[in-house]
């Protein structure tokens, strides 16, 4: 049957659909080709039966202005500055065109996949549907195939390119299942030493040493003793170093959200740390709960997933209290359930997860990915004034479109007030997973979504042995763990970064060969290792190693730039705080002020961040891609915000 759209002529749209209709197969065109499938070995072809969840992202209106529309809110010389949008505000001015809608379901509905099938998310921006591998490969003339990764056990559905009908590549930005690979990866994983502290039966089988082992220990110890932290970092510490106040006023319009991909705090861990660490926090104090996807919240369970989010409260509670903080936690969405549909033991849902998972986060928040059936529950918390994250994977496992589609709803929820953080990685210019990239795997591999340029992006740092509050920090350096930082190749460099980044390369040239990315196959060229022309990555930076923590019953030093991450997301909160209770509203997206005040950090230039065989980028005077503009300093910090209207 060939595409026949008479509710299309009649609205007048005869010059596109009407004529069309007649050549839908006989004008397909690649839409999207993988150059290479990096550590992801191509293996079996995918049974015809298996059922596949598939998402076609539709084009979006007026994306051209949003960075526009960002600044106008963010900029801290804007008339507008703080005035945020609605959610309904967002939604429409940037849902798709009613043309675009109708085009592309029409084109599905002509292969035979009926309306009642299609799905479309809250904010019109996705149509989503069940299919077949037989009947998606017809579709988009390919196949689909199992890939597996060499180096961690990983399975993924993948094609090396599929076809769409030549007239709607401009209605459509992708569709997944598609040519990419997806994982997501907390950035601080359990060493051997604290997997063998939780295995033990006594804390002294894996020392923390300097600190004691055993929580009840730490009695013994003045913890507000600011000469312990060169020896390891305590709550006093961290506001020592950053300039945090201890007498914080709780506003209930606040709000403070932490991501954790199916993770939740042990609360028996928690009331220790709050018993021998914190003990002006009552025993008991546990996050607001918004779990979506099927998630089980089990204050109980000590694993290996829970480590992160006992580190990522540990770290929060000590600055936010008495605010409370909320806990939004994921599963693996349903899309992703479905994706091995009687299949479990032929592949593992791997392969998107990570784009399902923040798109499942957005969807919750404002209904950006989510549809009833596919993940989360559309639109059901209200959006938070810092989001927390410690999660992401690499730049290059996703293709720029599908990038750029998440990088946008994170544009949108920073019009809407919100302010995100993302850590930066911990090995330092390889991205998240060691990932070098280019034709001779020597070019830096950016992280993800750190290299979003509408987020802020944390870097770590940490005090040097035998040196105090007062020597300062430099960037963290320990074994392979290491500031994550770099330049994007898939986001150019904004507007609010652009004096830095030109000051930085005029005075500190990092003495590397580059390149200017025009698409993947420019990875590499003239032996170049970075995008001379990417958006840089971190834009701040706080402590990331020896923190000291509780997990498993036992005192462990922990380390990661998800460490730093709600450190510096939990300073936010303090002064979006300060300005609710002087009658104004949350600070929203904070990079444009953070760069115009690059007086308001603590400047890092000792260290370097190592990858792909090089000593990576060095901190320098100034913004540098290891530690950004630095660490923060909240008076200074809180100062300049509150004298914004």
């Given amino acids: 049957m060939y595409l026949s759209l008479p509710s299309l002529c009649f609205l007048g749209y005869v010059s596109l659909s009407c004529v069309v209709a007649s050549t839908v197969r006989k004008s397909p065109a690649v839409f ?41 809110v963010s900029d801290p010389t804007s008339p507008l500055f703080g005035q945020h949008w609605t959610t309904d505000g967002v939604i429409d001015t940037f849902a798709p065109s009613a043309q675009t809608v109708e085009v592309t379901t029409q084109w599905l509905e002509d292969f035979g996949i009926s309306r009642e099938r299609i799905m479309q998310t809250q904010n019109r921006g996705f149509l989503a549907f069940d299919s077949s591998t037989s009947e998606l490969e017809s579709l988009l003339q390919t196949e689909y195939y199992r890939y597996d990764h060499v180096e961690k056990g990983k399975s993924a559905v993948s094609t090396e390119r599929y076809t769409v009908p030549t007239y709607l590549k401009k209605h459509i930005d992708y569709i997944t299942p598609g040519v990419s690979f ?16 939780r295995a033990a039966t006594n804390c002294s089988a894996a020392s923390a040493s300097p600190a004691p082992a055993y929580p009840s220990q730490l009695a013994s110890l003045d913890l507000n003793d600011l000469s312990l932290c060169s020896q390891f970092i305590t709550p006093a510490c961290v506001k020592a170093l950053y300039n945090i106040p201890s007498n914080v006023t709780s506003n209930a319009g606040n709000s403070f959200a932490i991501y954790e991909f199916n993770g939740s705090p042990v609360q028996t861990d928690e009331d220790l740390f709050f018993q021998y660490v914190v003990p002006n926090i009552p025993i008991g104090t546990a996050p607001k709960i918004e ?18 989010a006992n580190l990522d409260f540990e770290l929060a509670w000590p600055i936010v209290y008495p605010l409370n903080i909320t806990l939004l936690d994921s599963e693996f969405s349903t899309a992703q359930t479905a994706l091995i549909n009687n299949q479990s033991d032929v592949l593992t849902a791997d392969g998107l997860e990570a784009f399902y998972e923040f798109g499942d986060v957005l969807g919750t928040i404002d209904g950006s990915f989510c549809t009833s059936e596919f993940g989360s529950a559309c639109g059901i918390f209200s959006p938070p004034n810092v989001l927390s994250t410690s999660y992401g994977t690499d730049e290059s496992l996703l293709t720029p479109a599908m990038e ?9 929820l920073g019009l809407q007030g919100t302010s995100v953080f993302f850590s930066s990685g911990d090995r330092g210019v390889q991205g998240r997973t060691e990932l070098c990239l280019g034709p001779f795997n020597a070019s830096f591999g950016p992280a993800l979504t750190t290299t979003c340029p509408w987020v802020t992006a944390v870097g770590g740092t940490q005090l040097l042995p035998n040196t105090s509050i007062a020597d300062g920090e430099v ?12 330049f994007s190749n898939y986001h150019t460099a904004p507007s609010y970064q652009a004096d830095a980044l030109a000051t930085y390369f005029q005075e500190h040239d990092p003495g590397y060969p580059y390149y200017n990315y025009s698409g993947n196959a420019s990875i590499g060229a003239n032996g170049g290792l970075y995008n001379r022309d990417g958006r840089g990555f971190p834009d701040v930076s706080a402590s990331g190693l020896k923190l000291l923590n509780i997990d498993g019953g036992c005192v462990v030093l922990e380390g990661g730039t998800s460490a730093s991450t709600p450190i510096v997301a939990s300073i936010v909160t303090l002064i979006n705080n300060e300005r609710l209770n002087a009658g104004k509203g949350p600070v929203g997206f904070i990079n444009p002020t953070l760069y115009a005040n690059p007086g308001a950090f603590n400047d890092i230039t000792q260290g370097h961040n190592i990858g792909c065989r090089t000593n990576g980028f060095s901190a320098v005077e100034g913004w540098d891609p290891v530690t950004g503009l630095g660490t923060p300093n909240y008076e200074k910090l809180k100062d300049i915000f509150l004298a914004l209207p």
């Fill in 291 to 308: 779990s979506f996807n099927n998630a089980t919240i089990d204050f109980t369970l000590n694993t290996s997933v829970v480590f992160e």
């Fill in 475 to 486: 960037a963290v350096l320990s074994g392979s763990y290491t500031s994550g930082g770099g």
């Fill in 182 to 197: 997806r994982s997501v990866t907390p950035k601080l994983k359990p060493t051997k030493s604290i997997l063998a502290k």
């Fill in 32 to 72: 999207e080709e993988r150059e290479n499938a990096g550590s992801w070995v191509k293996r079996s072809r995918l049974p015809a039966d298996v059922v596949l969840p598939v998402r076609v992202a539709l084009a979006q209106s007026n994306l051209d202005s949003g960075e526009e529309h960002l600044m106008r």
């Fill in 404 to 412: 750029d589609r998440l990088c946008n709803e994170w544009l949108k």
